[in-house]
């Protein structure tokens, strides 16, 4: 097979074909959570422990999965992007990073809700919400340094160079706010310690996190069809669009 | 220009210490010649950790628990402050450009001005401490470690901080991006600085600390100039 890998490395032709894979994406994100939220909020058992706030993981875990997947996602593009001085890449890696902090938020802010009923806290500085919050940082900063600069081609560049800077410390920064919050061993609570789980509460967290995926990637693919439309606003291809045409 | 082709490719040997030596001793003379400027940051430091037992209590055994924390937050704001003028000024007037287009390597060069900031704002931060630590009732041993901590670390804040002011040179309200930018990257260093402190203080001895800190300012000096040189170059462009 000789196929052209090269094909959709261009704005011009992968445009259409984000177009082309937006609706499945996001109906199979659609479909998977309806499936997930059923078996998490319904056919699963209330646990014996925490009672029914434990459900609230089927939201919080394929968030956090995503969060971390994301920004090694982003930070691929963005080597991409540097190293072969690719247009796209560097738009794929500026459209995955606010999907990238929503998904952060969500979830600390889902984190903080089973903590309240689960530890009774609503923040508690373990090590791995603390790393959470410094990646939720790293997304803003990622974002506040694109919104800074005018010129796209710089921002992609000063974006790359930070993203890339950005995911060789993770693992450093991951690993200090692990040995810091051992040594602080005070009242904390330990989340490390998760209870072994029924085989139909890892079938609802898995089908969501796969819905959050197919979610990530649609979103992605959305933003992406934008950017380049703003980007090559002055480009041929642009003005031959039907969207384009009929606005 | 292609940045990477230029950034990376071998460079004889003996056109790279000349170079560092270069940028160091004319970074030194222009920064000494604003002596005022270097004394502010520095009074900056000492009035931030001031501040914190106003703001606590004077009690000396909760001063003596925070005091690592505190002296480490504010060496972070030090440097955080003093960032600016690794490259601003020399954007401004044109020598960063003149800098960059030399046949001398742009790594050896900015290493070189990286030095020189350390030399005039880290090394002052870690040589006033001790006094700083005295009034913060910390023991001879947990001066001692301060010291070799702020020694040890203040290079990697100047390294890595190098990085985020040349990726914010001539932005708009770049000072505040510059901490949002890099801030979160000094998060492992204030953990293994102020523990090691404290560590010391409480009897657990700070060698794990001390190593670790280590091991970041080698890796900071073999990655960092080189991530430092592209995003002058990007700026640049």
Redesign the interface.
Known sequence: MNANWFKFASPATFYPLAGRLIPWFATGAAVLALVGLYIGLIAAPTDAQQGDAYRIIFIHVPAAWMSMFLYVVMAGWSAAA??FNTRLSAMMAQAIAPTGAVMTFIALWTGAFWGRPTWGTYWAWDARMTSEL?LL??Y??VI??RN??DDP??AD??CG??A???V??IP??Y???Y??NT?HQGSSVSLTKAPAMATIMLTGMLIMSLAAWFYAIAATLARVRTIMLERERGAGWVATLREVRTA | MN??ASTFAPEPADMVWPAIRWAVARDLKVALRSRAELGVQLLFYVIVASLFPLATTPERNTLASIGPGVLWVAALLASLLSLPRLFAGDHADGTLEQIALSPYPLVALVSGKIVAHWLTTGLPVALIAPLLGLQYALGGEALAVLVATLLIGTPILSL?GA?GAA??LG????GS?LA??I???Y??VL??GA?AVE?TRTGLGASAHLS?LGA?LLVACV?APF?CA??VR??L?
């Open positions: 540097l190293g410094i940082f790293l803003l900063g506040a340094l800074a600069i081609r710089r560049r000063a160079v930070l890339l800077t950005g060789v410390n450093i920064i690993f200090s706010v040995w810091w040594l | 940045a990477t890595l990085i990726l914010t932005l708009r309200a770049s991006l949002l930018l801030l979160p990257l998060v492992p953990i293994f523990g560590a670790l970041g990655g991530a592209a995003a990007i700026a462009d």
